[in-house]
């Protein structure tokens, strides 16, 4: 079998409503899987005004908002539509991206047909709880995601640092990696624009630490700026440049307010933020992979980065930028002020970084997910034959 023979049934918690790294890589595969000539159908929780069209053809599946969290939902169960749907499309793989009630259910689909299943996983799910006060939960929410896991013939992870940690975990016995590509028509140090810094009220000459991302707090904001305090109080020279939309929003701007913020950027303009920056600071520790900082690197910036899944497989500390011990404001704020008063060691840490970037191309590491795809379908088909066949 190739390509052309995968009939995938991918269930996501959120396909499209919400913009992250994860759905958008998770869009992008789809896309491929098209082109190589394989039927998809994408099952997930909908909304009527989805941040952005979907690759593919979507299924809505039942949902409630998060508490708390309402711009996020949880798709809680498989409708008999759903079931009627999954019947007549009939996959020969299943692919689960998030644990919750309906990749459960997805899963328990599948085994009881006899399909494979692959997951992948987007995020640490078990440290979200630390930003909320409920660190006590982390043991109690591992032990559910390996359950989960474990039910699945195989896992996928963004990173060689995040499969390590699955395999630490227990997670599965059969880890492999789907990692990210980069979108060098988007990400390149071309993209930065002098005239664009100075509208938005940025020196010439002023070294810009940048921000990525959704604003919540898992993302590690108060680490952030905790740091950024640290270099107002040496009178270390720098701006910040926030790029990025969320419920922590004002709770940012109240900590930060000297920096500026862009809100969301998409395509060339979010190319054109990015690289119009000196750096990124990425303190968060809930990252598999680190998309953002792979797309600092080809706008080739250094990454100062918590040492934590995802930044290590991306960032060689003292060549491509630095990985700081989470938590460790002094530290990080030292990293900072390193780059932001040497140009020299930025520039060079810069071109490594580039360079590191250019081995990540989408449809390679697309291909790489595939060939799980067909290894899977093979070692079940070959299981399910020697079940099957007579002990001599």
């Excluded at 692959?118 to 390996?146: C, D, K, N």
Aim: hydrophobic fraction near 40%; charge should be positive; proline fraction near 6%.
């Amino acid at each position: 079998m190739d390509a052309t023979g995968l009939r995938v049934a991918l269930f996501s918690g959120n396909y499209n409503y919400v913009r992250d790294g994860a759905n958008q890589a998770l869009n992008r595969f789809v896309g491929y899987l098209l082109r190589q000539g394989a039927a998809v159908r994408v099952y997930s929780a909908t909304i009527d005004t989805p941040a952005f069209e979907p690759t593919g053809d979507l299924v809505s599946a039942p949902s409630i908002p998060v508490p708390g969290r309402t711009e996020y939902r949880i798709p809680y169960r498989m409708s008999g539509a759903m079931r009627r749907d999954l019947a007549a499309f009939a996959p020969n793989l299943v692919h689960v991206s998030s644990p919750d009630p309906l990749g459960h259910r997805a899963v328990s689909w599948a085994r009881q047909r006899g399909l494979p299943a692959v997951a992948s996983v987007h995020t640490r799910f078990e440290t979200y709880p630390r930003y909320y006060g409920l660190a006590f939960l982390e043991p109690v929410i591992e032990s559910m995601l390996r359950r989960f896991y474990r039910r699945c013939d195989a896992i996928v992870a963004p990173s060689e640092s995040m499969a390590q940690l699955l395999r630490e975990q227990r997670m599965s016995y059969d880890v492999g990696i789907w990692t990210r590509g980069i979108d060098r028509e988007i990400f390149h140090p071309g993209r930065r624009d002098i005239a664009w810094r100075r509208a938005v009220g940025i020196e010439d000459d002023m070294p810009v630490i940048g921000f990525v991302g959704r604003l919540v707090m898992e993302k590690g904001l108060d680490v952030f700026s905790d740091a950024i305090d640290q270099l107002v109080t040496r009178q270390v020279r720098h701006k910040v440049l926030v790029v990025g939309e969320g419920p922590a929003r004002e709770w940012f701007e109240n900590r930060l307010p000297r920096a500026i913020f862009t809100g969301f950027q998409k395509g060339p303009d979010l190319g054109r933020a990015v690289a119009s920056m000196d750096m990124l600071f990425n303190p968060s520790v809930t990252e598999t992979f680190g998309n953002v900082t792979l797309e600092a690197m080809a706008c080739g910036l250094p990454t100062v980065a918590a040492r934590a899944t995802g930044s290590e497989s991306l960032v060689t500390d003292g060549v491509t930028g630095r990985l700081i011990r989470p938590g460790a404001i002094g530290a990080f704020a030292d990293a900072l002020q390193g780059y932001c008063t040497d140009g020299a060691a930025r520039a060079q840490a810069g071109r490594a970084a580039m360079a590191e970037a250019e081995r990540y191309g989408w449809d390679q590491v697309n291909q790489a997910l595939v060939d799980t795809y067909l290894r899977i379908i093979r070692q079940r088909a070959h299981g399910a034959m020697m079940k099957a066949s007579p002990v001599p």
